[in-house]
């Protein structure tokens, strides 16, 4: 039935892309939305190219405006053309989802192909339009297009249109002619329309560049690839009038199609799968079960009575909204980990709740703690509970693969995270389109933040004119470009389970990685439409731990774990208030380090609210410094009222947690305790929402009626309004703050299986493997070079005497994992062979590792022919780039060179493939790899020095594919030895870091000559001295609530320097602040209670004859 408004209007458009037809459109799906509604419509169909990734923004910002919203999508045929379907009810919907997930599910990533048989057998409930340019129904010539439009027209009925495209173009007239002959041969109705790409013409250039990009050309090589005109933005009535004055009945009729289409995202009933139990109990009652086991193992000594009552009041909740299966769901996975020694715990407002503590899912007890369950679940909210499980991000495969084992791939399949376009790449792709150099396009991004904005004076910086038309349109189109989707990855471990198949709710897809299955929804969609979500998060930190208990157990004989690491050890405590704290969970932040000696830490709940308070939720509201001096005495402790002691006594008076601040509400403005979580959760939206002003006055008002300060009630707003920017529930800082007090813990008492189990578990963490292995050496462990003739894969713990006294202590003995290049399979080879007879040359060695590529070529060839995947010949034509370059390198496998190419079989998966046809088949070292090796000092025990070792490596390799042996052997040349400085440069540059010293040692006596002193002088100066410095930069910081301030980390053999860049003299230096990493700072020491810093003046490159080798900071913005 139309809309009352809609008979009032002329049209509805029912072939409408956005941005998430990736790089095909160029509007957010809320700009189609609000365009429409501008433009007087109230229909508006999206139907994005396979896929219904933008429904649900489109479908919230619908709600706000009163459109009614289609859903549909432009399906792909196997036979390169494509048929637009529109949802007409939930069965349609679902038959819709289903079709996309047969099409995507059999291609590539990125591709999708469907049948004309597929379609039809899932007809039910949608409404398809056949027309437009790629339609087979307009095609020039279709041979099979009686025998397509029969089966059509026998599955859909009068629900099958001819559409009418037009856009200006020269080829409208004659593909109309055709398919308005067509139509009348086939007896379809047809509806007037167009394909519309972006919300205004303003959006066409973007979506030029958009094309450009996508097929790899410059906007003045793009030809016919971009289209003639802007007849593609959302068109008027009045416009669309003018277009049809010719056909006003196809106009109209666009209106009865749209009436057609009743299905709303709102109709979708999603139901968490039942958990199987076999005993004939309910879920809600095998869930109480579990919690009275958890009470014997939690509480030992007995529970007290508030527990109970505590159990009794969640688990009504939790019944009476029906989570029962949630939970069991989540204790399953738990009990998997424990069961297989895989280190998890949970985290998030989860560990507000009792229940979650008995199941084993949080370590935190909420009652003990008095936290607020309502943060984590209210009636009144009636949301999904969210639970972050963390897992030791080394075995995270294993629970994911158990979680598809367990309720099939039907039923689960991970959710979406899209790739967006942030200012550097956005920069990037637009400036390649425009031809701009690309040194040009690199010295510019570098410049940029991550998240930023195109700022003309980061171009006037490099002494470019941002007046030029060219970056002139560089700076518009990169600013619009910032936050489009790019493409779609998978969320780092969030599933959705359905009770029904998944694809019946969203489409799925293939992911990149193996045995990944991905739905078209990221976790902001999940949540506006209610559906649950297990969050399985790989945690670096509990791989870490793991790794290190296992260390501490082989070289010390001490077994412990989390459950066992002493608790408040002065000791741990004493090196926390010192700041040494690299490498440790949560606390090794810049921030963190100059909090840690104000607040000093000596109990685990001053770790909770360290971990909390350099948050912009305290930052913000003026919480932080009132905190600090009443914890030092020099203010005293009060409250604002009486009755809030109880809430705020255990932070001296200032709320610094999201409980605590939604506990005021509801005791001092009268918020339930349900209305108190939805403050909290207006908090993000109230920028956008205008809400703010609501809120405000109410607890104003309630506040100041009950004797409380204005400007008290004004610091919680403004703290309130601060953790919708980023703040943490005290339930989330307590469950880090025992990660990082055992963290902490580890390398106070085992600082050399710290740090090797950290090295070990890289990529994590603020500091690069550099930094850890200078901050260990600083800590007296000895740490030994990668050396082929004794090192695993892994870091490993060595016995060596240590010290003047000889004793035996434990030492790192790098990894070959640290090898640029070396993939881990190539490592096995090496260790197989040393193994059974260890290297005796590095001729030997060469031989003996780096052989046997033809017989690899071979098989491997054979190997990825059987295990192709079969699919039509349309769709492995149309396959990625990449797809294709696989496809064209299998002949240049039969190259005697191959193993050393670039060949995409070369970075594969190859360990996997060889154990297809033979699991014993060697690996061969490349002789990039094996370069590489010489360069790091890995050969030092089989050849005298670094370059001969290269010249070796290279003769053998040379050798070894000539196919005529040489005449006579040649003479290996004598080099110069290295000098120390030399020896420290060629590590950091081979594996990034350097055990025998720092880039900076070597030219130390040169820098005391320019009177510049090392880390630990700096740190030992009077608060206001003047002083000069340089060192490394390893990390850059410009936080949100800094005001422009930018923090640096610099880096020397001594340790850091922390320098604080006020806005102005960053403004003054950026082209030096953001870019160099060798260097200097003159300023002012500013040392207050242990916390040293540089206050910096003045930014300059030091001057050396021979300047040390950096490597990029770690930048954090």
Known sequence: MVHARASRMSYAPLWCKTNYSFLRAASHPDEMVTSAQMLGLSFLAVTDIDGVYGVVRAHARAKEVGIHLIIGSQVTIDDGSHLVLLAMDRRGYGNLCQLISVGRMRCVKGESRVRWNEVTARSEGLIALWGGEGSALAAVRDDDLDAKAETLHRAFGDRLYGYLTRHREAADGPREERLRKRARRFGLQVVAGYEALYHTIARRPLHDVLTCVRHGVTLATAGTHIRANAEHALMSPASMQTLYSDDSAALERSLEV?????????????RYPSERLGDGSTSAERLRAFCMEGIAYRYPDGAPAKAFTQIDKELSVIEDLDYCGYFLSMHDIICFCRSKKILCQGRGSAANSIVCYLLGITAVDPVKHDLLFERFISRERAEAPDIDLDIAHARREEVIQHIYAKYGRTHAAMVANIIRYRARSALRDVGKTLGIPETTLDRVSKLLNYHGDFDSSVFESLQLDPSLPAYRQLIELASELDDFPRHLSIHPGGFLLGHEAVADIVPIENGTMEDRTVVQWDKDDMEELGLF????????????????FELIAKHHDVKLDMATIPADDPKTFDMICEADTVGVFQIESRAQMSMLPRLRPRVLYDLVIEVSIVRPGPITGGMVHPYLRRRT???????????LEPVLKKTLGVPLFQEQVMRIAVIAADYSPGEADQLRRDMA????????????ERIRSAMLNKGISEEFAERVFNQIRGFGSYGFPESHAASFALISYASSYLKCHYPAAFACG???????????????????????????PIDVCVSDWFCTLERTPSGASGEVAPAIRMGLRYIRGMREEQAIKLIEERHRKPFTSLGELVTRTASGEARIKKKKKKVNQSMAPVVPMPTLMAATKDAKATVANDDAMLDPDYAFTDSPYNAGPLHEEMEVEDAKTPVPIDSEVLTTLAESGAFDRLAPSRREAIWDVRGFVRSRVLPLPLVHDEQTPMFQPLDFSSIVNWDYRSISHSPRGHPLEGVREALRAQKLPDAAAVRRKRDGERVRYAGLVICRQRPGTARGVVFMTLEDETGFVNVVIWSDVFAEFTLLAKTVVFLGVSGTVQSQKSVVHIVAKKLWVPILAQEPETLPSRDFH
């Not at 979500?533 to 290190?548: E, M, R, S, W």
């Not at 005495?633 to 009755?643: L, M, T």
Request: net charge negative; with cysteine; aromatic share 8%.
């Open 258 to 270: 749209a009436s057609r289409c009743n299905f709303n995202l709102q109709e979708l009933r999603y």
């Open 633 to 643: 005495g020099e203010e005293p402790v009060d409250y604002p009222h009486e009755s």
């Open 533 to 548: 979500k297990v969050d399985i998060l790989g945690l670096g930190a509990l791989t870490q731990l793991d790794l290190t």
């Open 758 to 784: 950290l090295l070990n578990a890289q990529p994590m963490g603020f500091y690069a493997p550099a930094t850890i292995i200078e901050d260990a050496k600083r800590h007296g462990v000895e740490v030994l």
């Open 685 to 696: 939206a109230w920028r956008r929402s205008g809400r703010i002003d609501k809120h405000r």
